[in-house]
């Protein structure tokens, strides 16, 4: 007996619901691996024995496979996907059994279906016509009590839980024009409403706040177009007014950090602080190995030890254990709005007028300026030799980078880029690497006592980015070292990292795999985690009108259970998952 239960002899002469026989077990909290049968019973695990647990309903023969808790993804969009399809799928097929919403200061939970659309839309690159007549149509809640209620009569696939998102807040309170007003601060009435409202939130079980300080994220809509979003507006005196709050009931600060300042993440750093008060727990968006600037990895982490150690704050970065890629349809990518021209190209919807403008002489001139730049703040390289064209109506130039199509036209590359954008538009799908291309400082970043696992971005970005599975690409980054010879980490550790840590870290009941914990379980086959892994494609997306990027893996996970109910067995979807109800639930912090 590996772990003995109380009612042992009640439970081998009653059926279990569901058994998993003879996986190697792994708990979730880093303890030793070891081989077990689970017996499952009313959505909850009852038996981890060593020995035969007696009859079940249903059996997984999981030998010579991986059993753990179900992955947990802390910063998802799928704020509108969820009233699509609330099985979302595309993260369950991988293991993820419990999802966030309402990062980066974007929710659905608070404002009008039009203040949603015109924060989430853009920034997000979800199509501002699907979501929001999807919104006036389905939306019968108000407060944060209402949203949750709502979510909680889905049919969810896997559990939900959320932050509150400080532009909703910003913009209920103060109205949606002059929440993006610069200067503009809220009166004392308004900061206490704000602050009631976060309240109300956290009364509710939402996980803490999310806010936005960087100028690239931009407002969709024909109200104040390419504005920042509401949160960016706030000055830190009014998030401090709200971290108070955070801090004493012991919530989550979360953050996308102002990369275009030199002291932004040092403001992060300094809320978290635990001298003479509570730490706050904080985590920011995201520990990378740009290729933009190969020293932030090594050197940002620096700070946050000696924050966590010395000044003991309670600060995480968010990271992901895989290679950074995008692709884009034309100039569809959120890159272009790290400077002014790019901005200006994506403003203009239409194609037609867009293309327009990118002959223009002058703004030829602007755009090449402001993209050559040295020392202006970047995450994207803008070195279009790391480039690779997709899809074009040129097929000889599939395959091939844009230096090199510029070389061979005797161009600068700035001019053939606009050139093939301006002929082609959207027919034009090209795919670079952003970061994370190097396998020692990636293993070295997951490994980081500063990091946790996760930023997928799951449900947006949906014809951009393929994170889904980010889970099994860290198992696969460790298991590929110890078969090398090389480990940097056990699969205990990586386990742990992308189960038990999160939901102990944000304090929701998610994450172990032990006796009287809900049955929400992943079998993964170690074999499965194969090139397969990392090999994008794209596939139909259920209420939308284009197909997204996945990244799909059936024969690395036989099976996914969530409330102790088969979800998807090597990628299929279980019958009822979203259409009936008894799978997944609202989770609220502890």
């Known amino acids: 007996m590996l772990e003995p239960t109380p009612s042992d002899s009640e439970n081998r002469r009653t059926p279990f ?12 909290d880093g303890a030793p691996r070891r081989v077990a049968n689970v017996g499952i019973r009313d959505g909850l695990v009852v038996a981890i ?55 980066c200061s974007l929710s659905a939970a608070i404002g009008t279906p039009e203040d949603i659309a015109d924060i989430f839309c853009r920034v997000e690159g979800v199509p501002r016509d699907v979501m929001l007549p999807l919104l006036r149509e389905k ?9 949750f209620e709502h979510l909680a009569a889905l049919p969810l696939g896997p559990n939900v839980t959320a932050f509150a998102g400080h532009s909703n807040i910003r913009m209920k309170v103060m109205g949606f024009e002059r929440s993006v007003q610069k200067g503009l601060r809220p009166t004392a009435e308004e900061m206490a409403q704000m602050k009631a409202l976060l309240e109300d939130a956290l009364d509710e ?47 989550i600060f979360q953050g996308v950090p102002n990369v275009t300042t030199k002291v932004n993440v040092a403001l992060f750093l300094w809320e978290s602080v635990g001298l003479f008060r509570k730490p706050l727990r904080t985590t920011i968006i995201s520990l990378m190995d740009l290729m933009a600037n190969r020293s932030i990895w090594w ?25 950074f890629d995008v692709w884009s349809d034309g100039m569809q990518l959120v890159i272009f709005e790290e400077f002014g021209a790019g901005t200006e190209a994506i403003n203009v919807a239409a194609l037609g007028q867009r293309a327009e403008l990118l002959r223009d002489p002058a703004y030829r001139r602007r755009f090449r300026k402001q993209w050559t730049r ?32 510029a070389a061979e036209r005797s161009q600068h590359v700035v001019d053939t880029f606009l050139d093939l954008c301006a002929d082609y538009g959207s027919r034009l799908r090209w795919y670079s690497i952003m970061a994370n291309d190097r396998r020692r400082p990636l293993e070295k970043i997951v ?38 010879g090389e480990p940097f980490m056990s699969i205990e550790r990586a386990v742990h990292r992308v189960t038990g840590e999160i939901g102990d870290w944000f304090r929701i009941d998610a994450g172990h795999l032990a006796v009287g914990k809900r049955a929400d379980i992943v079998v993964v086959d170690p074999k499965g985690l194969n090139d397969d892994v990392e090999t994008a494609s794209e596939a139909p997306m259920p209420g939308f009108t284009f197909d997204r990027l996945v990244r799909r893996n059936p024969k690395a ?16 979807r279980a019958e009822d998952l979203g259409r009936k109800r008894g799978f997944g639930g609202v989770l609220r912090a502890r």
């Not at 939306?139 to 949203?147: A, G, L, M, N, P």
């Not at 931009?218 to 007014?241: H, I, M, N, T």
């Not at 949906?462 to 460790?478: C, D, E, G, S, T």
Request: charged residues 25%; aromatic residues 12%; hydrophobic residues 40%.
């Open 17 to 28: 619901d569901l058994v998993i026989e003879g996986g190697t077990v792994f708990d979730g």
């Open 374 to 405: 040295m020392f202006s703040p970047r995450v994207y390289h803008r070195n279009f030799q790391h480039t690779q064209v997709l899809a074009c109506p040129e097929d000889a130039l599939v395959g091939r980078s844009f230096a090199d199509i």
């Open 205 to 251: 079980g939402y996980v803490g706040l999310s806010i936005q300080t960087l100028p690239w994220d931009k407002l969709d809509g024909d109200r104040v177009p390419a504005e920042p979003l509401p949160s960016y507006f706030a000055s830190w005196a009014e998030y401090r007014q709200l971290t108070k709050i955070l801090r004493r009931r012991d919530r």
């Open 139 to 147: 939306k019968d809640w108000e407060t944060f009590k209402e949203y």
């Open 49 to 103: 024995d060593d020995g035969p647990l007696g009859p079940g309903r249903e059996v997984i023969d999981a030998r010579g496979q991986w059993v753990m808790p179900g992955f947990i993804d802390f910063h998802t969009h799928y704020d509108a996907e969820v009233e699509i399809d609330p099985a979302l799928f595309e993260s369950v097929r991988h293991g993820v059994t419990t999802v966030f919403m309402g990062s």
């Open 299 to 323: 050197t940002i982490p620096l700070f946050s030890r000696v924050f966590n150690t010395i000044f003991r704050a309670d600060f995480r970065f968010q990271a992901l254990p895989n290679v």
């Open 557 to 572: 996970v036989p099976a996914v259970i969530i409330n102790g109910r088969i979800a998807s067995r090597y990628g299929e």
């Open 447 to 484: 490994d980081h006592p500063d990091v946790l696992i996760g930023f997928s971005d799951a449900g947006a970005h949906l014809r951009n980015m393929a994170h889904y599975n980010f889970p099994l690409r860290l198992l696969k980054l460790v298991y590929d070292a110890e078969l090398r």
